[in-house]
């Protein structure tokens, strides 16, 4: 049972439609700049091999900026479909609220916050090196 109203629950999913709508235009804007700037105009300028790494930086950061936006896109559908099946605001781990204050900061939280502070402290520590 889902303990946000009806009138809450919409003004999320209104939320989060946008915020998508935002994200779709900022990828389809940053493919277009990659496409016509960076390492195209970088590349034809390359004279050595340190210049060809900046320019490839250059398009790795425009990658990975490409990348976090697909990532807030998946989390937003992902949100949407929890919205749809009635799960919205319920802490995938524990059951429980996520809240009402934690989804009005991070719309696409899946987690409450004692769960999602557990998580990370499991995954940060999985790939720490042990004596």
Request: net charge negative; proline share 2%.
């Amino acid at each position: 049972m889902n303990y946000l109203s009806q009138q809450q629950l919409a003004d999320f999913r209104a939320r989060l439609r946008a915020q998508k709508a935002a994200l779709l235009e900022e990828i389809r804007r940053e493919l277009l700049q990659s496409d016509n700037e960076h390492y195209i105009d970088l590349a034809t300028t390359v004279h050595d091999v340190g210049e060809e790494s900046v320019a490839d930086l250059l398009s790795d950061l425009d990658l990975a900026v490409i990348h976090r936006h697909v990532n807030e896109v998946r989390d937003i559908e992902d949100a949407l479909q929890r919205i749809a099946e009635g799960m919205y605001g319920m802490c995938l781990d524990c059951e429980g609220e996520v809240g009402y204050e934690r989804l009005s900061a991070y719309p696409t939280a899946k987690r409450c916050y004692d769960c999602q502070d557990y998580h990370e402290k499991g995954f940060a520590e999985e790939g720490r090196p042990r004596l």
